[in-house]
């Protein structure tokens, strides 16, 4: 993990990577830092949390005007939730984002009103929780809340019940239900309660039989992190085989991945096997409204 740490340190503050992603650089560095209690490695990456931070920070201290919506939710509003985490100074940038969120129309963000319209796809259900719940967490006051979007899990039931391959709708749903988890446990800070949750248990297990199959690491790693989560236990056959291939899988130079990986791809399979490799512990249970 140490050498998949190393990889990221140069990789990810690297000029392409961090010209393509620099927010989620930051978080994912903050993330691996508050998902891991492995003394060396998480000292290593809360130390490289803050240099990420910091550095975005001194380059988007306030929000333009005319800021495109993605850009406000998923780049300044994204890197300024890790700043503040941190501790650094964000006043004057959450001003800003709090003074645009009350003009901000949902369609704007997510292309339906979470609050009247049920997403139209897995897809876009993934991507109105992750929004909404960067914008709260930076304290942006929506239209609308993250209890709001989550909610429109009665209507995304019942998922997909693949068996030897993702269909894209089957992917689409995995990939919601992982985030749905996140958003719900703030990203790994606590467990959830697995009784609540058992037909999202029940698609994380298939979809990552499948992942191991072949050799998916992204699906691996989320599977593993979703299904620890919801109270699976480190010692689950499922899991140890899931690990044991990420394992086989890691290249040399201690990343996932190929060279010719777009610089998000590589950095996001990275990130997601060192989540599946981490030990998840014992964390406060809590249980989510829906």
């Given at each position: 993990?140490?050498?998949?740490?190393?990889?990221?340190?140069d990789y990810?503050?690297?000029?392409?990577c961090w010209?393509?992603?620099?927010?989620?650089?930051?978080?994912?560095?903050?993330h691996?830092?508050?998902?891991?209690?492995q003394?060396?490695?998480t000292?290593?990456?809360r130390?490289?949390a803050?240099?990420?931070?910091?550095?975005?920070?001194?380059?988007?201290?306030r929000?333009?005007?005319?800021t495109?919506?993605?850009?406000?939710?998923?780049?300044y509003?994204?890197?300024a939730?890790?700043?503040?985490?941190?501790?650094?100074?964000?006043r004057?940038?959450?001003?800003?984002?709090?003074?645009?969120a009350r003009k901000?129309?949902?369609?704007?963000?997510?292309?339906?009103?979470?609050?009247r319209q049920?997403p139209p796809?897995?897809d876009?259900?993934?991507?109105a929780?992750?929004?909404?719940?960067?914008?709260?967490?930076?304290?942006?006051r929506?239209?609308?809340?993250l209890?709001?979007?989550?909610?429109?899990?009665?209507?995304m039931?019942?998922?997909p019940?693949p068996?030897?391959r993702l269909?894209k709708?089957?992917e689409?749903?995995?990939?919601?239900?992982?985030?749905?988890?996140?958003?719900?446990n703030?990203?790994?800070?606590y467990t959830?309660?697995?009784?609540?949750?058992l037909?999202e248990?029940?698609?994380?297990?298939?979809?990552?039989?499948?992942?191991?199959?072949?050799?998916?690491?992204?699906g691996m790693?989320?599977?593993?992190?979703?299904?620890?989560?919801?109270?699976?236990?480190d010692?689950?056959?499922l899991l140890?085989?899931a690990r044991?291939r990420?394992?086989?899988?890691?290249?040399r130079?201690?990343?996932?991945g190929?060279r010719?990986d777009?610089?998000?791809?590589?950095l996001h399979k990275?990130?997601v096997?060192?989540?599946?490799?981490?030990?998840y512990?014992?964390?406060e249970i809590?249980s989510?409204?829906?």
């Amino acid at each position: 993990m140490l050498r998949a740490l190393a990889f990221l340190s140069d990789y990810a503050l690297g000029g392409a990577c961090w010209s393509a992603c620099a927010p989620d650089v930051a978080y994912m560095f903050f993330h691996l830092a508050t998902r891991s209690r492995q003394g060396a490695f998480t000292r290593k990456a809360r130390t490289l949390a803050g240099r990420a931070a910091r550095r975005w920070l001194d380059d988007h201290a306030r929000l333009p005007p005319r800021t495109p919506a993605e850009e406000v939710l998923f780049g300044y509003a994204y890197g300024a939730c890790t700043a503040t985490q941190l501790g650094l100074d964000t006043r004057a940038l959450r001003r800003d984002l709090s003074a645009w969120a009350r003009k901000a129309p949902p369609r704007s963000l997510f292309g339906f009103d979470p609050r009247r319209q049920a997403p139209p796809d897995g897809d876009s259900w993934q991507y109105a929780m992750v929004g909404t719940h960067i914008a709260e967490g930076v304290g942006m006051r929506l239209q609308w809340r993250l209890r709001d979007v989550a909610a429109w899990r009665r209507v995304m039931l019942p998922y997909p019940r693949p068996k030897r391959r993702l269909t894209k709708t089957a992917e689409s749903a995995f990939y919601a239900v992982t985030h749905l988890v996140y958003v719900l446990n703030d990203y790994n800070l606590y467990t959830l309660p697995r009784e609540r949750f058992l037909p999202e248990v029940e698609l994380l297990r298939a979809a990552c039989a499948i992942a191991i199959a072949r050799d998916d690491v992204e699906g691996m790693g989320e599977a593993i992190d979703a299904l620890l989560a919801l109270g699976e236990s480190d010692g689950d056959p499922l899991l140890v085989r899931a690990r044991r291939r990420i394992l086989a899988t890691q290249n040399r130079d201690g990343s996932w991945g190929r060279r010719a990986d777009e610089p998000y791809t590589r950095l996001h399979k990275t990130w997601v096997a060192l989540d599946g490799l981490t030990r998840y512990g014992r964390r406060e249970i809590v249980s989510p409204r829906l």
